[in-house]
């Protein structure tokens, strides 16, 4: 069973920092396309940020420039390091992961077979 564990969720004032983790198990991410996603209450999952299995990485606009997705696959791990924090930035924050043959890094959440149980951010001023 593959799981995938955030965490690094907080509480943040504007313009603060946060750094989300995204732990899996079972399967190497170095094989998977990952995403993180947010949500609101009342809204639609949004994506955030991609990366494939190439490194290759796609951003939502609204957060270019101050969010950037990484992996360490030594540690089989996911991160998003969130800069310049908004209060528009505030929601519950979900990792995913694609480990099909040719698997794209898309912003779209109906591709991603695995979720994280979520780690909430809120940004306050």
């Known amino acids: 069973e593959v799981q995938l564990v955030e965490s690094g969720g907080d509480l943040v004032q504007p313009g603060g920092s946060l750094r989300l983790s995204c732990a899996a198990s079972t399967y190497t991410i170095s094989k998977a396309c990952m995403a993180w996603f947010r949500q609101t209450p009342g809204q639609e999952r949004e994506g955030v940020a991609g990366i494939d299995t190439d490194d290759r990485r796609t951003y939502a606009d609204s957060v270019k420039g101050r969010f950037s997705i990484s992996k360490d696959n030594a540690k089989n791990t996911l991160y998003l390091q969130m800069n310049n924090l908004k209060p528009e930035d505030t929601a519950m924050y979900y990792c995913?992961?694609?480990?099909?043959?040719?698997?794209?890094?898309?912003?779209?959440?109906?591709?991603?077979?695995?979720w994280g149980q979520g780690t909430q951010v809120t940004v306050y001023s």
């Open positions: 995913a992961a694609d480990w099909s043959p040719f698997c794209r890094a898309t912003m779209s959440s109906r591709v991603y077979d695995y």
